[in-house]
């Protein structure tokens, strides 16, 4: 995984990081826990810059954010109730997700996008409240941005670190990135078993 990872970011560059950060908002195929310190060792190794790959890596991950963000905008608290409700079992979102995810952006408004781009779980749900709510475009890209900026700098910053620990580094991050994604997929296996029976216990 790690080596498949830097291969994947030292070909595909900039743009390869940008991507990857967008896709893991919508539906993270690969966590971005491992994207950024595997851009930002690649940086170190001089095969790219430093500053760009944060740069790629914080407008993909803003990016990655619209589609929640016009989804709460367009559709609306009520409609993706039922939506969480009908399909939410294969994306592994209910309706009391999104009700979470409003509760969180009602209590605590717009430092809820900023400290909700920094904590993995509520990442990309915190979107959804933000267009319901319509808040401004301009100000949930401020938010988003500044708090993108800061995660991805982050990761970025550790795995360019480790760049002299290379001969170690590899040791170290394939057996976690191969838990990270094992994780991942128990966790959707888990949710989506666990919605299956709720959803058997609320119709008995």
């Not at 993706?80 to 009602?106: C, E, H, I, M, N």
């Not at 900026?149 to 550790?158: D, R, S």
């Not at 994604?181 to 709720?198: G, M, S």
Request: glycine content about 8%.
């Amino acid at each position: 995984m790690f080596d498949f990872i830097v291969d994947l970011v030292t070909h595909s560059g900039y743009l390869g990081v940008f991507l990857l950060m967008a896709a893991e908002n919508i539906f993270p195929p690969i966590p971005s826990e491992l994207i950024m310190p595997l851009a930002g060792f690649v940086a170190a190794r001089g095969d790219m810059n430093m500053v760009m790959v944060i740069i790629a890596g914080t407008l993909g991950s803003v990016l990655g954010t619209m589609p929640w963000y016009y989804a709460g905008k367009l559709l609306g608290a009520d409609r993706l109730r039922r939506l969480s409700d009908r399909y939410g079992k294969w994306l592994t979102v209910s309706p009391q997700d999104v009700d979470q995810a409003l509760l969180t952006f009602a209590r605590y408004g717009r430092a809820a996008i900023f400290f909700g781009r920094l904590v993995p779980a509520i990442r990309t749900l915190i979107s959804i409240p933000a267009g319901i709510a319509r808040m401004p475009l301009a100000n949930y890209l401020a938010y988003t941005t500044v708090g993108s900026l800061i995660w991805t700098a982050l990761l970025a910053c550790a795995g360019f670190v480790l760049e002299s620990q290379y001969a170690r580094v590899a040791d170290y991050v394939d057996p976690v990135s191969k838990l990270v994604v094992l994780a991942v997929i128990a966790t959707y296996v888990y949710r989506l078993v666990a919605q299956h029976f709720q959803r058997k216990g609320q119709q008995r």
